[in-house]
């Protein structure tokens, strides 16, 4: 390649030149601590998530235990003889059942 005034290539000279380098060297630093900071954050999160999803399940525990024990009270309490309740009998124990699941 024959360039006029006997320069050498532009590309040649820009890269070799201290400046792209230390422009490189930099964006490739950055990059490396932008990545740590971001897998660092995502652990955390994660982590954070962990936690409410078991204190989650604790209350939840503790929430749908007493309306299974209210709707066995029903259940007891009103006698469910008759054809009018049958129906009656059946929603309490499709509820139960749901509940039951929950757990």
Request: charged share 15%; aromatic share 24%; proline share 10%.
């Given at each position: 390649m024959i360039h006029q005034n006997n320069e050498?290539?532009?590309?040649s000279t820009h890269?070799?030149?201290p400046n792209v380098r230390e422009?490189?060297?930099s964006t490739l630093f950055l990059l490396l601590v932008a990545g740590y900071l971001?897998?660092?954050h995502l652990?955390?999160?994660s982590q954070a998530y962990s936690e409410l999803q078991t204190e989650f399940k604790k209350v939840k525990s503790l929430i749908i235990l007493p309306y299974m024990i209210e709707l066995r009270k029903l259940l007891d309490r009103y006698p469910t003889t008759g054809l009018n309740s049958f129906w009656?009998?059946?929603?309490?124990l499709v509820a139960l059942e749901q509940l039951g699941d929950f757990q």
């Open positions: 050498p290539p532009l590309i890269l070799r030149s422009f490189v060297y971001v897998r660092t652990f955390f999160v009656l009998k059946n929603l309490f």
